[in-house]
C-alpha cells in the first residue's frame, strides 16, 4: 500500500535548526512536496524534489534520497512565525498527491 | 502562480440543508480539480477528482450522492454537501495542478459547520 510517515509534533527554539524527516512508500514516484500549513488555513507550497539531492531555498532547504524514499526539510534561523504544521507529499505514478499527516512544529522563544 | 479561488471561506448551515462550495482558478485554465477533506489533526483526504466536461472520480468510502461534484467549465469546479449532518462538519479544499504536473495549487479552504 501507500504510506508517508512523518513524525506528529516536534519542538524547536527560536534561532535554531530543525529538520523534519518524511518517508514514503508509494506506486510510482513523480516527486516529493513540502507543504507549510497553519490552522485553518489551506496548505502553502515549500519544495519539490524529483532528483537525489539538497534543494536550497533561503531559510528552508529540502533533501531528497528515492534509494531510501527519504526525504526531510531543514529550518534555519527559526522563527516564531514558522510555528505551523509541515505537511510531506509523494506523488505517485498516477500523479496524485499521497499526503502525509503532517508534523506541528512548535517553536519556544 | 497559479491562483485557486474558493467560496465560501466559513459557512454553518443548519442539519439537513445542502451547503454549495465554488472553486474558480482565476489566471489558467484547471482541466483537473481536486477535492479534499481534512479533519483536525489530519491529513488532507482525497475525496473526488473532478474533470472539465465529465464525471467525477470518487475516492472509495465517499459517497457521490453526497459530495455532488460538477466541473462543467475550465474555471469553475463545485462541490455540492447534500443534506448536510454534523459528521460533515470539516475542512474542505480544493486543488489543482499547473502545467507540468508539479506544484498543486489550493483554495484557501472552506470551514463547514453543521448544526
Known amino acids: 500500500g501507500q504510506n508517508i510517515d512523518q513524525p506528529t509534533e516536534m519542538t524547536a527554539t527560536e534561532g535554531a535548526i530543525v529538520q523534519i524527516n518524511c518517508t514514503y512508500q508509494t506506486s510510482g514516484f513523480n516527486g516529493l512536496f513540502w507543504y507549510q500549513q497553519h490552522a485553518g488555513e489551506a496548505p502553502t507550497f515549500l519544495s519539490y524534489n524529483v532528483l537525489d539531492g539538497l534543494e536550497e531555498k533561503g531559510r528552508f532547504s529540502s533533501f531528497l534520497s528515492r534509494s531510501k524514499g527519504y526525504s526531510y526539510l531543514l529550518l534555519k534561523e527559526l522563527q516564531m512565525k514558522d510555528s505551523a504544521s509541515y505537511l510531506c507529499?509523494?506523488?505517485?505514478?498516477?500523479?496524485?498527491?499521497?499526503w502525509g499527516a503532517g508534523t506541528k512544529l512548535i517553536i519556544k522563544p | 502562480g497559479a491562483v485557486v479561488s474558493q467560496h465560501p471561506s466559513r459557512v454553518i448551515c443548519k442539519s439537513g440543508t445542502s451547503v454549495k462550495i465554488e472553486c474558480r482558478s482565476l489566471d489558467f485554465q484547471a482541466t483537473t480539480m481536486f477535492w479534499y477533506r481534512q479533519f483536525p489533526k489530519k491529513s488532507l483526504m482525497l475525496m473526488a477528482t473532478s474533470n472539465e466536461g465529465s464525471k467525477a472520480t470518487y475516492e472509495q468510502g465517499v459517497e457521490k450522492d453526497k459530495f455532488l461534484i460538477n466541473h462543467a467549465s475550465l474555471t469553475l469546479s463545485t462541490l455540492t454537501v447534500t443534506s448536510a449532518h454534523p459528521e460533515d462538519s470539516s475542512f474542505y479544499i480544493c486543488?489543482?495542478?499547473?502545467?507540468?504536473?508539479?506544484?498543486?495549487?489550493f483554495g484557501q479552504g472552506t470551514r463547514l459547520t453543521v448544526v
Open positions: 507529499a509523494s506523488m505517485d505514478s498516477n500523479y496524485q498527491l499521497i
Open positions: 486543488s489543482t495542478r499547473g502545467t507540468g504536473d508539479t506544484e498543486a495549487f
